[in-house]
């Protein structure tokens, strides 16, 4: 039996219509939002937005605010520290309420096909990536790259 797949996508530097359009061409059918904020001054990537339009597509949205990264984080992802991201992140997916979100998200991924979805265009520099390595550990992983609008 072949590993489950999870699918990964960045809106950094694209359009809702690209990133809509990666999902469907991959047949993703959930999108797992994993920003703690999920608000975003790009046009149609905040949360009510961002579901109607998938909603419209054919592709379900959930957030999951608690595997999402806490300030601190996002102030290291954007410092490119890369190190304290990890170390950090790692701290969010020990509480609580992550780890049940990470119990959901697992068991969606498990029936559907999910991509999780930030705003950082490059999964390797992602918590999305973090997040996968361990909630999701035994999932092979298509990072999606939609066609850049800007």
Do not use: N
């Not at 046009?43 to 339009?53: C, E, H, V």
């Not at 520290?81 to 309420?97: K, W």
């Not at 096909?113 to 035994?138: D, G, W």
């Amino acid at each position: 039996m072949s590993a489950p797949t999870i699918w990964t996508i960045g809106y950094e530097q694209a359009t809702l219509d690209s990133v809509i359009g990666a999902l469907k061409g991959a047949g993703v059918e959930v999108l797992a939002d994993v920003r703690a904020l999920p608000l975003s001054r790009r046009p149609g990537f905040s949360k009510t937005a961002l579901a109607g339009a998938l909603a419209q597509a054919g592709i379900a949205y959930v957030h999951f605010k608690a595997l999402g990264t806490p300030a601190d984080g996002r102030a290291a992802a954007r410092a490119h520290d890369h190190a304290a991201l990890e170390r950090i992140y790692a701290g969010q997916l020990e509480l609580p309420e992550a780890i049940a979100a990470g119990a959901q998200l697992h068991a969606l991924a498990q029936e559907k096909r999910v991509a999780l979805l930030c705003y950082e265009r490059s999964a390797p520099e992602c918590h999305r990536t973090l997040l996968r390595q361990a909630m999701l550990p035994e999932f092979a992983a298509v990072d999606l790259e939609p066609s850049s609008g800007v």
